[in-house]
């Protein structure tokens, strides 16, 4: 009898670039199948980085502007941090932005502008990680570096069978998924994977009956596939209470630059405390409750006098306030100081 994951291997990724090839989705910062363009690592990083921690929809919006304003790693290394901080607004994890920019910058500065086009060159990169690393080196310079994101390891967990949870799960996943790289095609053996599971191996009711690889997955045949991959059980977050001042003058508002280092480092925001501080009771305070990785926040605003716009800052006409690049927390917490003036 032969080895069923053999025989598995011998034909999983032709099968699945077969699909691919019809059923690919079109993204701005993709090469479709079959087109004779080349990729342009640079499309090709930005989006990844992009990429992780939120979807396609988010996404699509910052990468138009950000490649219309900055179309080679060249201008975005040479735009004004504040700026780059600023486009980037509403994203989230805005470390990823500061290292965005470390990294345009390394490139220029130790590359001459050209990416480096191999797995351990580009992880050595300022911010570029394991996942990230093996997502350009094979989608923008043909590696067969093993790729692996959510959704790889959902379909991969799946196909499988692998029942361990997550994240102990992640070694056997990619032990699995690595015969499966092609030599031939391994960037759009990554993206089909990725496409398939955000398409067809979804996180509920898949459409195994549409899977181009149905035949021999194994938690198909055991009627599993919607309990995989096993996720740990969810912790409950710390909840954090902070307050922000509204300091108003003149129809202008203060705002302040986050510490480079820590939550929204770099961000501009509205001047405050510490997010350690007792719950607020103040009743009838315009207050926003915010979901970070590791603790939600609450902050609460309250009215400051002229006295406390001290240190760094600036006055912001609050007319022109959407154009701040303020983040999401503060973003929510002025369109409700806005909502309740009314
Ligand atoms: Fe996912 Fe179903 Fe395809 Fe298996 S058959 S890989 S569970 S979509």
């Not at 690592?41 to 699509?60: D, G, N, S």
């Not at 990294?103 to 990230?132: I, K, N, Q, W």
């Not at 009711?205 to 194994?218: E, F, G, K, L």
């Not at 501080?277 to 926040?297: I, K, M, N, Q």
Request: with cysteine; charged share 25%.
């Amino acid at each position: 009898m032969p080895d069923p994951d053999i025989a598995a291997v011998a034909d999983f990724a032709p099968r699945l670039l077969a699909w691919y090839d019809h059923a690919a989705r079109i993204l701005p910062w993709r090469i479709a199948p079959g087109s004779a363009a080349t990729p342009d690592p640079y499309r090709i990083w930005l989006a990844e980085v992009m990429l992780q921690q939120t979807t396609v929809a988010a996404v699509a919006g910052y990468f138009a502007r950000f490649t219309e304003r900055w179309p080679s790693v060249a201008d975005l290394a040479a735009a004004d941090d504040a700026d780059v901080m600023a486009a980037w607004a509403g994203l989230g994890y805005y470390a990823r932005a500061r290292n965005l920019l470390a990294c345009a910058r390394t490139v220029v500065a130790d590359h001459g502008g050209v990416f480096p086009d191999s797995e351990a060159g580009l992880r050595a990169l300022p911010g570029v990680g394991d996942y990230t690393a093996a997502a350009v080196a094979a989608i923008a310079f043909g590696r067969p570096a093993v790729v692996v994101d959510a959704n790889i390891e959902r379909v991969i967990a799946r196909h499988r069978l692998i029942a361990t949870p997550l994240p102990a799960a992640k070694r056997a996943i990619r032990a699995a998924l690595a015969p499966l790289v092609p030599r031939d095609r391994p960037g759009d053996f990554a993206q089909a994977l990725m496409d398939l599971g955000a398409t067809i191996c979804t996180p509920r009711s898949p459409a195994c009956t549409r899977c181009p690889v149905v035949a021999d997955c194994a938690a198909f045949a055991a009627g599993t596939a919607e309990s995989l991959p096993v996720k740990p059980p969810k912790k409950a977050k710390p909840q954090r209470h902070g307050r922000a001042w509204w300091i108003e003058s003149d129809a202008r508002l203060w705002l302040v630059r986050r510490p480079d280092k820590g939550m929204l480092g770099g961000m501009r925001a509205l001047p405050g405390g510490a997010w350690d501080e007792p719950p607020a009771s103040d009743d009838g305070a315009v207050s926003v409750r915010h979901g970070f990785t590791h603790f939600d926040l609450t902050l609460t605003l309250v009215r400051r006098g002229v006295e406390d716009a001290a240190g760094e800052g600036e006055w912001w006409p609050i007319s022109a306030l959407d154009a701040a690049g303020l983040p999401t927390l503060y973003r929510k917490l002025v369109d409700k100081m806005r909502e309740s003036d009314r």
